[in-house]
């Protein structure tokens, strides 16, 4: 099963300094048909204006991932922690017992990007954050895994959930695999061009949510960047 989720049908919000879209359920929008995928339970999609940003805020018991599209995001966090990522990196932080952070946008432009969130497997870790920078060379024409819970040993940012995050850039015309385990599903959102899956055409920035499928063949129609979440 492969369900298309277009862009322009997302919920959302503009704050002004803030133009955000919600592939499920978060802050004042509710659908109770999109409340999760497996154990993802938020994929927004940020616009943050320059020189803004948010201001220091909590968070337990959840796995954060952001996913610089274009621009960057400045970190900083109660443990001391700060950090810059910049478009086609990644940043994870693992909310545990508890941790208060800020996200701000120090750049001249408009920063956008994927914030992910995903149920941890344990509760009552320690708080952890953890940026890494992945070349895009590195993942042209396949998918490269660039944070995980199921990948012991791998060089991805580690994340406590039964979960992967992976992402490739395909040239027009150049096709890419990846296999689902039994039973587990995927969420596939390109940070730009277009493209088909098992045949089923999808744009940047739409919703792309799968299950009972084994190999997922992607074929680029335009030069794409596609990250997928991979989850029980």
Not at 186 to 210: F, H, S, T
């Amino acid at each position: 099963m492969i369900d298309v989720r277009p862009f322009a049908e997302l919920g959302g919000a503009h704050h002004g300094w803030l133009n955000a879209r919600h592939h499920f359920s978060f802050a004042s929008y509710y659908d109770s048909q999109r409340m999760n995928w497996g154990q993802l339970r938020v994929w927004n999609d940020d616009e943050i204006a320059p020189h803004s940003g948010f201001p220091p805020h909590p968070h337990q018991d959840m796995e954060i991932i952001t996913y610089v599209r274009e621009g960057a995001i400045t970190h900083q966090d109660n443990l001391g922690n700060k950090g810059r990522t910049v478009a086609g990196d990644v940043q994870v932080m693992s909310a545990g017992t508890g941790i208060a952070h800020s996200e701000y946008n120090l750049e001249n432009e408009t920063t956008r990007i994927f914030q992910i969130w995903i149920l941890p497997t344990a509760h009552g870790s320690a708080p952890s954050w953890g940026t890494r920078p992945f070349p895009k060379g590195e993942r042209s024409g396949s998918f490269v895994t660039l944070a995980s819970g199921i990948d012991e040993g791998s060089d991805a940012l580690p994340i406590r959930a039964d979960a992967r995050l992976a992402a490739a850039t395909l040239q027009a015309g150049q096709s890419a695999e990846y296999r689902l385990e039994p039973g587990r599903k995927a969420y596939i959102v390109a940070a730009k061009g277009r493209y088909e899956v098992n045949g089923v055409a999808a744009e940047a920035r739409d919703g792309v949510a799968v299950r009972d499928e084994e190999v997922l063949r992607f074929t680029a129609s335009e030069d794409s960047e596609i990250v997928l979440v991979d989850v029980a």
